[in-house]
């Protein structure tokens, strides 16, 4: 990234999906049940939008591009926080759940933190440290959730299936 505001225009959509995919998850497992992780998410949506809030102060008076799906830099296709929706369905368990969020977070930790890494501009790279020390504390939330969160079914398979032939 070699600017300030291209960072932030990565930060801003990757903040937004991730609300909203919380929520997402927070509703698939408030279906049936009563959920103290669909509370956690409600909660993790909320952390999301107050960091999408920081964003946007940041972002506050400078020319962020309004980049088209293709044009966002993310290591995959989709923001790296983003849970994969076919996963997410009424019928996971708690643990898939958080399993599934752990994935998103450690992807967006795992993004600011290359990007700090990689970026020859020091605001960009403090800008990112920042961003990736936020994302470092909902992982270890989450996996403090995991540990006292029983098992209650088969894990979702989160790998792709591998090839046969």
Excluded: C
């Excluded at 909660?43 to 102060?57: F, Q």
């Excluded at 506050?60 to 799906?69: D, N």
């Excluded at 752990?102 to 290359?114: Q, R």
Aim: glycine share 4%; aromatic share 8%.
């Amino acid at each position: 990234m070699n600017s300030l505001e291209l960072f932030l225009a990565h930060a801003l959509r990757l903040e937004e999906d991730s609300a909203i995919r919380y929520d997402e998850m927070a509703d698939a497992l408030s279906v049936h049940r009563k959920s103290e992780v669909a509370r956690l998410f409600r909660k993790m949506a909320h952390y999301s939008r107050l960091h999408l809030a920081d964003a946007e102060r940041r972002a506050a008076g400078l020319e962020i591009p309004r980049l088209k799906a293709w044009e966002y830099q993310w290591p995959g296709d989709d923001s790296p926080e983003n849970a994969p929706l076919e996963d997410t369905d009424y019928a996971m368990n708690d643990r898939d759940a958080l399993l599934l969020a752990l994935k998103g977070e450690n992807g967006a930790y795992a993004f600011y933190s290359s990007v700090a890494a990689k970026s020859s501009d020091p605001g960009i790279a403090e800008t990112a440290m920042e961003f990736a020390a936020e994302e470092q504390g909902h992982v270890a939330l989450l996996e403090d959730w995991l540990k006292r969160t029983p098992d209650t079914g088969p894990d979702l398979d989160l790998d792709p299936p591998a090839e046969v032939g």
